[in-house]
T-cell receptor, first 112, second 115 residues
Framework: KQEVTQIPAALSVPEGENLVLNCSFT??????LQWFRQDPGKGLTSLLL?????REQTSGRLNASLDKSSGRSTLYIAASQPGDSATYLC???????????FGKGTLLTVNP | DGGITQSPKYLFRKEGQNVTLSCEQN?????MYWYRQDPGQGLRLIYY???????QKGDIAEGYSVSREKKESFPLTVTSAQKNPTAFYLC??????????????FGNGTRLTVT
C-alpha cells in the first residue's frame, strides 16, 4: 500500500528566504507526482505535475524535483513571500488502478 | 472561465437526513472524483467516475452514493447511513483517469455540518 509522508508538518520562515518542502513515498512504481497548494477553507490548486519519466518541473518561483528510485520529491520555493503562506500537499498516482495517494501536507507560514 | 463549481459552500443538516452536494465542471473532463478532508487525516477518496454513466467506489464509500448521468455533473449524496458525515468535501476532475499527464483540478469545497 502506497504511503506518502510530508515532513515537516509545519514550517515558518521570514520573507525572502528560499525554502524546500519534502515529500516521500514508499512505492516507487508511480506514474506521476503532483504538488498542490491549499488556502484555508478552500480547495486545492494544482501547482506542478511531474511525470515518472521526468526529473523536475518549473513554474515561476517554484521548482519540483522527483527522484523515483529513492521515493522522494522536493518543492523548492524561491524568494518566499507572505502570499505563499498556505498548506502544500503532494500526491502520487500509481498502482494497477491508477490510485492517487495524498500526503497530509506541510503548513507554510511566511512572515513579513 | 473553465473550472469546477461546488455548491453550496456551507451546508447544515440534521442527523438522519440525506443531503446532496453538487459538483459541476465545464472543463470537458472525462474523470471526476469526490474526496473527504478531515483535520489531520488528509484527503480520502469516496467515489470516482472515469467516464459518464460509470463510477467506482473509493476507499470510504460506505454511506455515500453518486451518479454520473452527464459529463459535467457528479453529485454526491451523503445518506443517513454515514456515521460521521461532518467534514469538508472536495470535488475534482481530470481530463482522463489513467493518463500520466492529467493533473487533478479541484473545486472550492462544501463544508457539511450534521447535528
Amino acid at each position: 500500500k502506497q504511503e506518502v509522508t510530508q515532513i515537516p508538518a509545519a514550517l515558518s520562515v521570514p520573507e525572502g528566504e528560499n525554502l524546500v518542502l519534502n515529500c516521500s513515498f514508499t512505492d516507487s512504481a508511480i506514474y506521476n507526482l503532483q504538488w498542490f497548494r491549499q488556502d484555508p477553507g478552500k480547495g486545492l490548486t494544482s501547482l506542478l505535475l511531474i511525470q515518472s519519466s521526468q526529473r523536475e518541473q518549473t513554474s515561476g518561483r517554484l521548482n519540483a524535483s522527483l527522484d523515483k528510485s529513492s521515493g522522494r520529491s522536493t518543492l523548492y520555493i524561491a524568494a518566499s513571500q507572505p502570499g505563499d503562506s498556505a498548506t502544500y500537499l503532494c500526491a502520487v498516482r500509481g498502482g494497477s488502478n491508477y490510485k492517487l495517494t495524498f500526503g497530509k501536507g506541510t503548513l507554510l507560514t511566511v512572515n513579513p | 472561465d473553465g473550472g469546477i463549481t461546488q455548491s453550496p459552500k456551507y451546508l447544515f443538516r440534521k442527523e438522519g437526513q440525506n443531503v446532496t452536494l453538487s459538483c459541476e465542471q465545464n472543463l470537458n473532463h472525462d474523470a471526476m472524483y469526490w474526496y473527504r478532508q478531515d483535520p489531520g487525516q488528509g484527503l480520502r477518496l469516496i467515489y470516482y467516475s472515469q467516464i459518464v454513466n460509470d463510477f467506482q467506489k473509493g476507499d470510504i464509500a460506505e454511506g455515500y452514493s453518486v451518479s454520473r448521468e452527464k459529463k459535467e455533473s457528479f453529485p454526491l449524496t451523503v445518506t443517513s447511513a454515514q456515521k460521521n458525515p461532518t467534514a469538508f468535501y472536495l470535488c475534482a476532475s481530470s481530463m482522463t483517469y489513467s493518463s500520466y499527464n492529467s493533473p487533478l483540478h479541484f473545486g472550492n469545497g462544501t463544508r457539511l455540518t450534521v447535528t
